[in-house]
């Protein structure tokens, strides 16, 4: 029997589950499509494709970085939150390395993340504050309308490559996807090894050496969140077993929210040293106080992937509709441990407090490194 043949519907929603890239990352795009429906999908990517056309856009739009262009600005507007921005822009690594000076123009709380990143020349929450003469292209996150709106404003004769082009599904490996899109845009092939570096999550504001580990050790535990399911509550029972095998300092990090868990975790482990920075520093100060810890505790959300710029190791805590492949650095060290139910709460805090020691007790038994 032959199979009959796609129709037009069909052929669009497959387009927007298909990676732009010639071998794809991990990710949920049969369940992304089957959720979503065929007909939604393809309308999605059937409405991308019309504005493309009436915006003037598409002829400019290009499947290479030639190899005479230095000069990029990157137009990041769909993805504002920390951990996607941080997965996203991960590459821009791989784009310093070919010589290409790359300016961000991205929305106001990513624009103060990467202010001063070593990758990256100007970064800008104001688009009008660029000048398009200063570039030879453009880098936008996708084909769509809210992607391109900026630069076809500010710089629209530019030429521009899209990083995700008609592709929709949420969940994929933001970085590795990046990384090779970037590498075959480039025309370039990398190694495993090379992969790993140019797709790791990175934050790099100080030029200076990294932060020496906090001596003896502490065991980071990032609190609060955002997605009820996504937040961990039983953090106090974490610290109190931990307290239990004989760990004695503690750093508790996150933002307001994590106030009250903080104050729980406090109670719990007595007259522990604990090191309370929740709501009273900035991500970059989070960012260093992680660098110094000796293992990191957080569920799936931000902070896992500020966590995720160090070289400390993780336990990291997910619910079942997200697998860690999706969210996790090639090279991550540490662990992950995933719900067996779309909340992180139904992760026994004694199998975190155990998957904590496993961890603290591999790393005593590595020679230290140059953090």
């Known amino acids: 029997m032959t199979a009959r043949p796609a129709s037009a ?20 795009d049969a369940f992304f499509l089957s959720s979503k429906g065929t007909l939604r999908v393809a309308l999605r990517v059937l409405k991308r494709r019309l504005e493309l056309a009436a915006n003037g856009q598409a002829a400019l739009g290009v499947d290479r970085i030639e190899p005479a262009w230095r000069r990029a600005v990157w137009f990041h507007a769909e993805a504002p939150q920390i951990g996607d921005a941080l997965m996203d822009l991960a590459p821009r690594s791989l784009l310093a390395a070919r010589g290409i000076t790359l ?20 970064v ?74 140019h797709s790791r999550q990175k934050l790099a504001v100080d030029r200076t050496v990294p932060p020496p580990r906090d001596k003896p050790p502490r065991v980071g535990l990032a609190l609060g969140g955002v997605r009820a399911e996504r937040t961990y509550r039983a953090w ?24 009250e868990a903080a104050r729980r975790v406090k109670q719990a482990v007595g007259k522990a040293d604990v090191l309370d920075l929740v709501g009273r520093t900035d991500l970059h100060g989070t960012q260093q106080a992680m660098a110094r ?79």
């Open 124 to 197: 800008h929450s104001d688009a009008s504050e660029i000048d398009a003469a200063d570039y030879d292209f453009a880098i936008v996150d996708s084909n769509s309308g809210k992607a391109l709106a900026a630069k076809r404003r500010y710089a629209p004769r530019l030429p521009w490559v899209s990083v995700r082009a008609d592709y929709l599904a949420y969940d994929y490996q933001r970085a590795l996807l990046a990384t090779r899109r970037f590498a075959e845009l480039l025309h370039v092939r990398l190694d495993a090894a090379a992969e790993r570096v």
């Open 9 to 28: 519907l069909e052929a669009l929603a497959r387009c927007g589950v298909t990676q732009p890239i010639t071998v794809p990352v991990p990710a949920d």
């Open 293 to 371: 810890c000796a293992l990191v505790a957080c569920a799936d959300g931000g902070l896992l992937h500020l966590a995720c710029t160090t070289t400390t190791p993780l336990v990291a805590l997910f619910d079942s509709s997200v697998d860690p492949a999706w969210r996790l650095p090639l090279d991550v060290a540490g662990t992950a441990l995933r719900a067996t139910v779309r909340d992180v709460n139904a992760i026994d805090a004694a199998e975190i407090a155990s998957r904590a020691l496993a961890v603290l007790a591999l790393r005593s038994a590595v020679p230290p490194g140059p953090c």
């Open 236 to 259: 106090a029972a974490v610290a109190s077993a931990l307290a239990g095998k004989g760990v004695a300092r503690f750093a508790l990090l996150g933002s307001d929210n994590g106030a």
């Open 103 to 122: 300016d961000l123009v991205a929305p106001k709380a990513t624009a103060a993340l990467f202010a001063g990143d070593r990758w990256l020349g100007r």
